[in-house]
């Protein structure tokens, strides 16, 4: 009983002297920081300057900024020849006369392009050509045509192509395929329209390469009506 009341009080004195060590510490810290912090002194002071109403120095020119800049290149409109059209007035102000036929003085107009924004020439002034207009070539892409008429050939097709294809009555109907007989998936072909003409089932098709990735089916097919003619390709844009 004796022991462990000695324990109990070193513990409490060496407990007692670590506080007191920590708090001398603590007091020798903050008087040194303290010491190290430079005081303002009342001769400091921070040096203001106010410019509102200053003046340029002696010596200095201002410039400013013109409303309007003229610029050094010539201008080529003196070198047009338009029929009608007399002198041409730019947004400066500047007069600028056409070189043309003096016989026809009189008839000449003036343009003033300060106050217009949108210039219509006289009736005989010479109009802008329209140029050739571009065509969009057709993709040269070798392709036959599969016609199913039995239920079985049916089936046989459905094994090996992907993605749904219409329910074919092969009594009265059969189902027409196109096939790609080059490296292009067969998916690029869709039929446009099948219509008979000239004794002939004249089938359209166009070649697609764009957003293969979101057609589901590989072929295109179509049902038709059950007849003993010929099929003829025609490919259209």
Do not use: C
Not at 196 to 205: D, R, S
């Amino acid at each position: 009983m004796k022991k462990n009341i000695w324990m109990f009080v070193i513990f409490i004195v060496v407990f007692s002297a670590g506080v007191a060590t920590m708090r001398v510490w603590d007091i020798y810290r903050f008087a040194k920081e303290k010491n190290n912090t430079v005081p303002l002194r009342p001769t400091d002071s921070l040096l203001m300057l106010d410019l509102k109403g200053a003046s340029v120095p002696e010596g200095v020119t201002e410039l400013e900024d013109p409303d309007y800049v003229e610029l050094s290149v010539p201008s080529q409109l003196s070198k047009i020849s338009v029929p009608g059209m007399e002198k041409v007035i730019s947004r400066s102000g500047q007069v600028i006369k056409i070189d043309g036929d003096e016989e026809n003085e009189e008839k000449r107009t003036t343009v003033d392009l300060s106050e217009v924004q949108n210039i219509r020439l006289p009736s005989g002034a010479p109009q802008p050509v329209e140029g050739p207009k571009s065509a969009i070539s057709m993709i040269n892409a070798p392709v036959s045509a599969k016609l199913i008429k039995t239920a079985e050939e049916y089936k046989a097709f459905k094994r090996t192509a992907r993605g749904k294809y219409p329910s074919a009555n092969f009594a009265t109907d059969n189902v027409l395929v196109l096939e790609s007989t080059s490296n292009l998936p067969d998916k690029v072909f869709e039929i446009q329209d099948v219509r008979e003409e000239g004794g002939k089932m004249v089938v359209t098709y166009r070649v697609s390469v764009f957003g293969l990735d979101k057609k589901t089916n590989t072929h295109s097919a179509v049902l038709i009506q059950k007849r003993d003619l010929p099929l003829e390709l025609k490919q259209v844009l």
